[in-house]
């Protein structure tokens, strides 16, 4: 059975990963050098950057709907120029990431001797780097929700920033405009155009965008347009507030502007602001960087052992030491201007084959290549990108050019030495077939796992699942989708490191058979429609939704997250999953079970959390032959009227069962003791849920949370769709910014 890619990247994501790899270098450490080549034309220079990239993006745009794989612009050039040419732009790809998280990292230490006294500036520099490629070797997962969060608290201040200051600038300062003359403008914008790099790093995880037609291409027009007023309007602000000899040259362009009219505490803000920014910037270098040797092993176009994954940490080692090393040897040897001019100079490369690539694959008309996003203007943008692209690398400094020359002599003679004699295929010709084959296995795959036809129930199941566990969400979840006439689905969703391609994860192993034997056993006698299926994504509680939206499930089952203040201050999976779940939601906190005798449900007088615990509960009774126990607590002085409500509240839930029912009401001022005593007997024990809320949940453990932590046998947290906690502005919200 194959593994299913899980595509869980929408339109904000698009968005924050372009952004947060964009906002960085381009505003706190170029200005100043850049101001230093063209004068205060460095304005115009940030806006003719920004539009040179826009060709590139769109042919991204295009490529990237038609062959959604890991790698990004390196497999687009490949797949459209062949082996040699690919090689050269695997190779460029991968040292523009390289040189522009070292930029990041060398720039960051600018900022963060400000806040703390450092020795060394390139010792510093080395030993944040080392710790980074350490974080990417165990596979520290990085999350698009913290990346969202990032570039909102980023813009925001930036916005501020510029609010506070444009009112200041001094018209004067702009007199003399043109005073470096077309020579600096050119020099300027060879230099900053590696601030618009992050605009296609999306395109290396262009196989797990929803929508990619729509949100590929909106997402990088959006990102480069936002990114590229903030770029113009801050160095507008910069060069109109700064002294031009204090901003010309300077590596803390942010911090000089803000130390006149705010002093420590505006430098404090910009430079952790800065930081921040700069190691994000740095740690998406180091991890995008490492797929592009995996998928040039991949490709026959580097030896195999850059394909090596470590068994436990499920990462491309070598191709992280590898790339690791290299970054830490241009940190350690180029100042910080010639790093930047090397990263413009490998970018502007790239994005210069790709455009060609494009044209390639336009002018070739095979069949199998059918874009969802189609590119206007062909072939004059393409054609301009490509022109452009070659006119700024000749402009560029001597080292610069001879970095870009370099890489094209020195992919060549590798292709010559080695790629040649290990591959046989020449491009587009040959890589129709292998595509078009794909396309047939995706198909065969999406139809295996079969289009939603009627009731669903999913059980959701994680890489670790043991045989005793998902036996025990079965023994739950059949009975109910035996009495909701449902399809019963079981999938196990597998989670691999941020830095390993979805693509390469698909391939089976001794554990994905195992688990195909194991839950063929299991539900061998179970008397339901049983589907069994796997997903591979890198977030397992967002590919979970997804999934149950794709196939309209109306109850999702999974474990339940263990108790912890910690995991509520960082965040559970359980909570995001029942903020975002299109269905009802059971989390099963697996326990002793042998037969099942009792099925105590606690109530507590929801109008959907009890019914609905009412109704599962006497679906997995009738077929266990158990009876049903519902237990309500009140305090000890309460008065016999309200036992009396509570009698006739359980009798009327009563009447939706088809087994024995026994109600209790509970006397006793403390609730949690007395009511996990009660509980003791149950075989089997439900009770309502909500999402955790931050403070409150911090300080005082919920009521649930305590219960379940007494008792020893499986306990059922029930949540309702209809339960859900929204507010009046959530659905305008999603509907703008969440629309797939």
Known sequence: MPKDLERDLGLVAVIAISMGAMIGSGIFILPGLAMAEAGPSVILAFLIAGILVIPAALAISELGTAMPEAGGDYVFIERGMGPAVGTIAGIGTWLTLLFKGALALVGGMFYLELLIWLP??????????????????????????????????????????????????????????????????????????????????????????????????????????????????????????????????????MAVAVDPLFGFVGIAIISLAAILALLSTANAGILTASRYPLAMSRDDLLPERFEYVHPRFRTPVTSILVTGGVMLFIIATLPVEDIAKMASAFQITVYTLVCVALIAFRESELEWYDPEFVMPGYPWIPLFGVVSGVFIITQMDLLPLVGAVGIMIFGTLWYFYYVRDAIDREGLAVDAVRREAGRQYLQE?????????????????????????????????????????????VVRFDE?????????????????????????????????????????????????????????????????DPVSRLRTLFGRDSDWILEHAPCDVVFVQSGKLDAV?????????????????????????????????????????????????????????DNQCTVAVDGTVVRSDDDIGVLSMELESADIVMLSTETHRLLPDLLFTPATDRIVTRLEQPVLLVHSKKSRRTTFLEPLVEKLLFRK
């Open 120 to 253: 060394n500036l390139t010792a510093a520099a080395l030993t944040l780097a080392a710790i980074l490629i350490g974080v990417n070797l165990v596979g520290v997962k990085q999350t698009g929700g913290l990346q969202s969060i990032m570039v909102v608290v980023m813009v925001s201040i930036l916005v501020v920033f510029i609010a506070l200051t444009i009112t200041q600038v001094d018209g004067s300062a702009y007199q003399s405009f043109f005073a470096e003359g077309y020579d600096g403008i050119v020099s300027a914008i060879a230099l900053v155009i590696v601030s618009y790099a992050g605009v296609t790093k999306v395109a290396s995880v262009a196989e797990e965008i929803k929508n990619p037609g729509r949100n590929l291409p909106l997402g990088l027009l959006l990102s480069l347009f936002i990114t590229g007023l903030l770029y113009v309007l801050i160095v507008y602000v910069l060069v109109g507030i700064v002294d031009a000899e204090t901003l010309t040259g300077t590596e803390i362009p």
């Open 445 to 489: 795959t999406e139809t295996k796992l079969g289009e939603s036809d009627g009731k669903e129930v999913l059980i959701a199941l994680r890489r670790d699942v043991g045989r005793l566990e998902e036996n025990r969400l079965l023994q739950v979840a059949a009975p109910i989708a035996q009495a909701r006439d449902s399809r019963l689905r």
């Open 496 to 560: 691999v490191p941020d830095q390993y391609p979805l693509e390469y994860a698909t391939e089976q192993s001794t554990a994905d058979i195992e688990f195909e034997e194991r839950t063929g056993e299991l539900v061998r006698d179970l008397d339901v429609t049983v589907e069994v299926g796997e997903i591979v994504s890198h977030d397992t509680k967002q590919a979970v939704i997804n999934y149950a939206e794709r196939y309209d499930v109306d109850l999702l089952l999974t474990r339940s």
């Open 597 to 653: 005798e009792e099925i105590a449900i606690v109530t507590d007088r929801s109008p959907f959390n009890d019914p609905l615990k009412v109704e599962l509960g006497d679906a997995i009774a009738s077929v266990a032959e158990a009876r049903l126990r519902f237990i309500f607590t009140v305090s000890s002085s309460a008065p016999d009227s309200t036992i009396q409500t509570i009698q006739d509240y359980h009798n009327e839930l």
